[in-house]
T-cell receptor, first 115, second 112 residues
Framework: DTGVSQNPRHKITKRGQNVTFRCDPI?????LYWYRQTLGQGPEFLTY????????KSRLLSDRFSAERPKGSFSTLEIQRTEQGDSAMYLC?????????????FGPGTRLLVL | DQQVKQNSPSLSVQEGRISILNCDYT??????FLWYKKYPAEGPTFLIS?????DKNEDGRFTVFLNKSAKHLSLHIVPSQPGDSAVYFC???????????FGTGTSLTVIP
């Protein structure tokens, strides 16, 4: 049984560069979520997909952020023109259907450091 | 606006004793609550959940209590073990929403 996987686990980049993260959810999970966690805070919701459709985006997701889930399986999160304030842990989670009172299962996260 | 609050950033407990972690929420629409455990450099791991139709849910050494009138939930760990040392997050969701709202976490240290 494989859980949610994320790659890379760590990314260091210079301000202004673009970065892309990948998330592979638990097999057959229809719902996929992206969260961001900064130091001393809990995870904060960014966006979620039901299969390939992106259904909700947080106001935290600025125009420099874009997420895709092209075939309803893995997802990518791209940050363009990175800023130092983007430094955080980016977490991906998945759930089976996205129904009432359904648990989300998290991956190990991608830690981003923008210099 | 923090809708889920964990007011104790840290807690230290002797091995074998009870650990009690607390969480308060402000949104009366929340109806599903979870506790996650997080080790450094790892993602949160699901621990236990409770629906608003219940006031208690138990799983082995872990019990979650929900007091809806007080908008308060707590996680009891009995007996506490050194391997329980981690950061614990409570999270909440509403039937009308699809995201979880997380608290800021409580770092538990179980002293051998």
């Amino acid at each position: 049984d494989t859980g949610v996987s994320q790659n890379p686990r760590h990314k260091i980049t210079k301000r202004g560069q673009n970065v892309t993260f990948r998330c592979d959810p638990i097999s057959e999970h229809n719902r996929l979520y992206w969260y961001r966690q900064t130091l001393g805070q809990g995870p904060e919701f960014l966006t979620y997909f039901q299969n390939e459709a992106q259904l909700e985006k947080s106001r935290l997701l600025s125009d420099r952020f874009s997420a895709e889930r092209p075939k309803g399986s893995f997802s990518t999160l791209e940050i363009q023109r990175t800023e130092q304030g983007d430094s955080a842990m980016y977490l991906c989670a998945s759930s089976p259907r996205g129904g009432f009172q359904e648990t989300q299962y998290f991956g190990p996260g991608t830690r981003l450091l923008v210099l | 606006d923090q809708q889920v609050k964990q007011n104790s950033p840290s807690l230290s407990v002797q091995e074998g004793r009870i650990s009690i972690l607390n969480c308060d929420y402000t949104n009366s629409m929340f109806d599903y609550f979870l506790w996650y455990k997080k080790y450094p450099a790892e993602g949160p791991t699901f621990l236990i959940s409770i629906s608003s139709i219940k006031d208690k849910n138990e799983d082995g050494r872990f019990t979650v209590f929900l007091n809806k009138s007080a908008k308060h939930l707590s996680l009891h760990i009995v007996p506490s073990q050194p391997g329980d040392s981690a950061v614990y997050f409570c999270a909440a969701s509403a039937d009308t929403g699809n995201q979880f709202y997380f608290g800021t976490g409580t770092s538990l240290t179980v002293i051998p």
